[in-house]
């Protein structure tokens, strides 16, 4: 199977399910910014050092890919089916509320704002944090053009928590400790 198709040379490209949409649609821009999301993922994934959270960041870039797969796909035309999709990761919301939380019970209180830096762990998490955000703010001006689970915001919002929560906590086990804003 080639890698190129020639197809999105007019500056269109297809959506699950056959449609073809010019490529800065909003949908593509969703899908784009989680797409991007996995690989800012996937870099602080090899800078972290904990086991543990880089286990976890593999599971959220496979979250991601599902999530990716349902913002590629419109709702049906009437009369014909969606096609199958995996079910949208929003039972791991509550998983990466844990997550959060032991993070934050194992890093020193917040008493400040924090700047992104520290580790490399630490800031690939916080630039892969504020991707997420980006997503989700795509994702947010998605749902209200096109119906979506709502659950993938959730996801998104809590997942970008996370991030900065795993950064806090990279710093601390590296021994860098949190880059404090000074006012």
Known sequence: MKIYT???DAGKTGLFGGRRV????????????????????????VHVTDGGTRDRL???QQDLF????????????????????PDPPTKRIGKME????????ASPPLRNFVLPGGSA??????????????????????A??????????RYLNRLSDYLFAAARLEN??????DVEWKA
């Open 98 to 105: 844990d997550w959060i939380d032991a993070a934050a019970a």
């Open 172 to 177: 601390q086990r590296t021994g860098r400790g």
């Open 6 to 8: 020639r197809r999105g």
């Open 121 to 142: 762990g630490a800031s690939h998490l916080h630039v892969a944090r504020a991707v997420c955000r980006r997503a989700e703010r795509r994702v947010v001006a998605l």
């Open 22 to 45: 010019a490529k800065n649609d909003i949908r593509v821009e969703a899908y784009g910014s989680v797409d991007e999301l996995s690989a800012a993922v996937g870099v602080a994934r």
């Open 58 to 60: 593999s599971l959220v």
């Open 144 to 153: 209200l053009r096109s119906k979506m689970d709502p659950g993938i915001v």
């Open 66 to 85: 599902a999530i990716g797969a349902h913002l590629a796909t419109p709702p049906p035309p009437a009369g014909r089916r969606s096609p199958e999709l």
